[in-house]
């Protein structure tokens, strides 16, 4: 189950108003995990990301700013803040909470940039980094997440990106179960974001049998849903232009 930042049916995931950039002193060179009362292990009600920084210049997502910090509130009270070496950014929308490992509590799901090897997918818990994707190898190069389900009904969670988005364009699922990331299907033509955007296209959609992700042909001509069948990522057209309204209408299942 997912919650917390996640889109309506009818809007897909998509970066906040920016405010203007404020100093923010750098003074760490290790990832640190500052709680702000006492330690202990509590469920996670929310996430934000925090401390914007310039330090990393891509834009892909439409400027030039990214996030230093991921902060998280508990039911306890207790406010978390997660903190990212000078070397790395959190280069995303926003965060999202899903329960990947079906106790109740969620886990919280990011895309994290490192300077000199690119984006990974990143799953934190109140105590840290649980697990994450290796980085893609470059600088600049990153992933647009796609959807967190259970896309094949086994009864464990998979999470769905599209690795470099503007260059490879691969769709890759990864099941997570005992607090690891496991790569277990990937699809190569398929997209969700174009170069500036402030909104990841597509997402998740369930017509009522079962879950299907919908992401875009290369050169943005059709939407095309996913669907994962026996390990492997079945895809067929719908049909439709890769636009907003297009997308829209296929969320919501309509004919």
């Not at 400027?63 to 070397?87: K, M, N, Q």
């Not at 967190?148 to 999470?159: F, N, S």
């Amino acid at each position: 189950m997912v919650r917390g930042a996640r889109p309506s049916p009818s809007r897909p995931w998509r970066r906040p108003a920016r405010r203007a950039l404020r100093p923010v002193r750098l003074w760490w060179a290790a990832l640190t995990l500052a709680a702000l009362s006492a330690p202990g292990a509590a469920e996670i009600t929310a996430a934000q990301f925090a401390e914007p920084t310039t330090r990393y210049a891509h834009g892909v997502l439409g400027d030039a700013v990214e996030y230093g910090a991921l902060r998280l509130e508990t039911r306890d009270g207790r406010s978390l803040l997660i903190r990212l070496p000078e070397s790395r950014v959190f280069e995303d929308l926003a965060p999202r909470l899903a329960d990947l490992d079906g106790d109740a509590s969620p886990e919280v799901v990011v895309v994290e940039s490192d300077a000199a090897r690119g984006a990974r997918l990143s799953v934190y818990g109140e105590a840290g980094l649980i697990d994450a994707t290796p980085f893609i190898g470059q600088p600049f190069r990153w992933l647009a997440p796609a959807g967190i389900a259970d896309l094949d009904g086994d009864g464990a969670t998979e999470i769905a990106y599209v690795d470099r988005p503007h260059l490879a364009r691969v769709l890759r699922i990864w099941r997570y179960a005992g607090g690891r990331l496991t790569e277990i299907a990937r699809a190569d033509g398929l997209t969700n974001h174009r170069i500036g955007d402030d909104f990841i296209s597509g997402g998740l959609r369930d017509c009522g049998d079962g879950p299907e992700i919908l992401l875009a042909t290369p050169d943005w001509s059709e939407i095309v849903a996913a669907r994962l069948e026996r390990g492997r990522i079945e895809t067929r057209a719908l049909g439709r232009p890769a636009s907003e309204r297009g997308f829209a209408a296929a969320r919501a299942c309509t004919p």
